[in-house]
């Protein structure tokens, strides 16, 4: 998948991600008096009330905030210690991990930056799929973790993890418990499409590489008569035998099943073999259903290098898309068509 990072100085110290500043509250007529020996009146207990709220607030407020601070700002640029509300392994290797957003954070998904640094037109029904970093508290070393689900409508972000042995950052995912902080920056844009600007989007993908085509398709809406909706096809590789298909549970709303209720006949979902796509599988999900008009095609392909390169060819050592070859190259497919992601 695509790493780049937008550059936006102006994100760091930016104004719409400051916290609204708080005007002193007023207490209208009431003022502020020293107490008298004269006799207790209504009017002089109603001087007194706003003291005693003030001290009330004055030892309250700074009792909550340590009680219950609020989260520090999560950016793309700067790490900040999240709390993890909750942990669910669904898989022997696959732990689900939930990090809520706080509200400081919200605009960041609101109105995402596309890979290019600018700020997407989401108004416009352009979608970005976005990215975490994950870092490890010991050693200096950081991962990127696609959320499988749409942070705008949920509030938070959801991450299946994978745990490979010797991974540094996945052994830290994976001791996280309920409550825990974790190390986190983001959202960073990983790919932006105008979707409606196609008639078929086909996603090929394998393992935890599904993860940008879950929070694509949670972030598409659901297909309405009104308006034109591409047709979807999700081609993804069923496990190893043996393994978990934690994808096609109905453990998370973001998760195959889920899916396929919300876009019915839209999505299209065909589990294939591991390995090599075959060009059968290729060949039936680029047929076209109108002859008469050339139907505009988006390939998203989300695959190990050696499963990408006979397919679509690599990417490029800078992660530039680089040229399309492999079986979609020798049907026709162009950089227009086909989108490599890391
Ligand atoms: C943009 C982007 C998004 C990503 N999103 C996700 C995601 O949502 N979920 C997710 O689990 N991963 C995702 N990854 C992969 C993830 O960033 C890490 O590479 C992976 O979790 C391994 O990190 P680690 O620190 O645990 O292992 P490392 O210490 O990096 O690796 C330890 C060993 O495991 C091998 N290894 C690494 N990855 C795998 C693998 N997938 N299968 C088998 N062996 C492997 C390495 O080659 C190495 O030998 C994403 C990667 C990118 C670039």
Redesign the pocket.
């Known amino acids: 998948?695509s790493?780049n990072r937008p550059i936006r100085p102006t994100c760091l110290q930016c104004s719409r991600m400051r916290p609204p500043i708080q005007t002193p509250t007023s207490f209208g007529k009431f003022t502020y008096r020293q107490s008298s020996s004269s006799p207790f009146s209504t009017a002089q207990a109603n001087r007194r009330w706003p003291r005693l709220a003030l001290t009330i607030l004055g030892l309250t407020l700074p009792t909550s905030y340590f009680l219950f601070p609020s989260p520090p700002i999560m950016t793309p640029h700067m790490y900040s210690d999240q709390p993890v509300s909750s942990t669910q392994s669904i898989s022997t290797q696959h732990k689900l991990i939930t990090v809520p957003i706080p509200p400081s954070s919200k605009e960041f998904f609101e109105r995402p930056y596309r890979p290019d640094g600018s700020i997407a037109d989401a108004e416009g029904g352009e979608v970005v799929v976005q990215?975490m970093m994950i870092k490890s508290p010991d050693i200096q070393?950081e991962?990127?973790?696609?959320p499988v689900n749409d942070g705008v409508e949920d509030g938070e972000v959801r991450?299946?993890?994978?745990?490979?042995?010797?991974?540094?950052?996945?052994?830290v995912v994976h001791n996280l418990k309920e409550g825990n902080k974790v190390g986190i920056r983001g959202p960073i844009p990983?790919f932006s499409i105008y979707p409606n600007e196609y008639d078929k989007i086909i996603m090929i993908s394998t393992?935890?590489a599904i993860?940008p085509f879950l929070q694509l398709l949670s972030k598409l809406p659901a297909p309405s008569t009104s308006s034109s909706s591409p047709k979807l096809h999700l081609i993804h590789s069923k496990p190893l035998q043996g393994r978990e298909d934690w994808a096609a549970t109905s453990t998370d709303k973001s998760f195959i099943p889920s899916l396929q209720a919300k876009f019915g006949s839209s999505l299209q979902v065909s589990r294939v073999e591991p390995g090599l796509v075959s060009r059968p599988v290729v060949e039936n999900a680029l047929r076209q259903e109108k002859k008469d008009v050339k139907e505009r095609v988006l390939v998203l392909v989300c695959l190990p290098p050696m499963l990408m390169r006979p397919l679509c060819g690599s990417m490029l050592p800078n992660l530039d898309q680089g040229p399309v070859t492999g079986l979609l190259g020798e049907l026709g497919l162009t950089n227009k068509e086909v989108w490599k992601l890391?």
């Not at 991962?143 to 696609?146: G, H, L, S, V």
């Open positions: 998948m790493l990215h070393i991962r990127p973790y696609t991450m299946v993890v994978k745990r490979v042995r010797g991974g540094e950052v996945g052994r990983t393992g935890t993860t890391e």
